[in-house]
């Protein structure tokens, strides 16, 4: 990708191209593919993960201790998989910003340093993997540019595993199958944030549906069966309320789950219980 210097700010930015290369981005991007993460169950036949979204590192809102506190909560109570639910960093590379004045809400401009930055403050703990999608933070260059962060970063850290913008389906059980679906929403903030829960699952037909869904973008958190046998949650955020949020009205729930599952070999529902804990940090 052809780059320029911007004297402004003293940093390397993209070109803005004639061309967005749609092809790329629509062969990335596939509906129908499954990832599978199998997790070993434990003795009594349960499962542990945790999920999370809205990180949105770079951001001077970000808050990356609460973060830090997490993943080393997680790896303390024995839990080596992170599910990530979009908007990783939060995606300013200068012309390309996702609401007006967002360059002056950032510590990091541009998108090569954008991904040094992540590869460097994004936490490292040792056997501990994050599967993540794109939020639109972290896709809006990609969508204009053809410029894929979540390739980028996932060549600069192992233990950031990319799986495509938006939506992936993740199995975390073959016998039984058991289904996570990660979502990254659109839109604003709707009157009550259990709607868009509804509204997502009950579009989908019973026979697509996931067990599991855990939806980004809203930066609330929440566990309701919206439709259903389906277990759903809104996944929480890390980004205390910028100016931006503020007259959006958006609030920010500092924070991410600790989820067990208890998988069940009766009927057609794999999970016989699940316990869902929200990690409060802030």
């Avoid at 390397?12 to 991007?29: G, H, L, Y």
């Avoid at 993960?49 to 997490?70: P, R």
């Avoid at 579009?203 to 389906?230: C, T």
Wanted: aromatic share 12%; proline share 4%; net charge positive.
């Amino acid at each position: 990708m052809k780059t320029f210097i911007n004297s402004k700010y003293n940093i390397i930015m993209p070109k803005k191209s004639t061309q967005i290369e749609k092809s790329k981005w629509f062969r990335r991007f596939s509906p129908k593919q499954e990832y599978p993460v199998i997790l070993k169950p434990n003795r009594n036949g349960w499962i542990s993960f945790g999920l999370i979204g809205d990180t949105h590192l770079t951001s001077l809102f970000c808050d990356e201790g609460a973060i830090k506190s997490y993943y080393r909560d997680m790896q303390r109570a024995g839990i080596h998989n992170i599910m990530h639910a979009g908007d990783l960093w939060d995606g300013c590379v200068g012309d390309t910003q996702v609401y007006r004045g967002q360059i002056h809400d950032v510590n990091t401009v541009g998108f090569e340093r954008g991904k040094q930055y992540v590869a460097e403050h994004y936490p490292k703990y040792k056997d501990m993997m994050t599967y993540f999608i794109l939020g639109n933070h972290d896709a809006r260059i990609l969508e204009r540019e053809g410029a894929d962060f979540g390739e980028g970063i996932s060549k600069l850290r192992e233990d950031l595993i990319y799986l495509q913008p938006y939506y992936a389906r993740v199995i975390l059980s073959e016998e039984p199958e058991l289904a996570l679906d990660l979502i990254h929403l659109s839109g604003g903030v709707p009157y009550t944030i259990g709607y868009a829960i509804q509204k997502y699952i009950r579009n989908v037909p019973p026979s697509k549906r996931a067990n599991i869904y855990g939806f980004g973008h809203l930066h609330k958190h929440q566990h309701v069966s919206a439709e259903g046998d389906d277990e759903s949650f809104l996944v929480g955020g890390w980004q205390h309320p910028s100016e931006y949020n503020i007259r959006r009205g958006a609030g920010s729930e500092i924070g991410g789950y600790k989820l067990r599952v208890k998988l069940s070999d009766i009927g057609s529902n794999p999970i016989d219980k699940i316990e869902g804990t929200f990690m409060r940090y802030g």
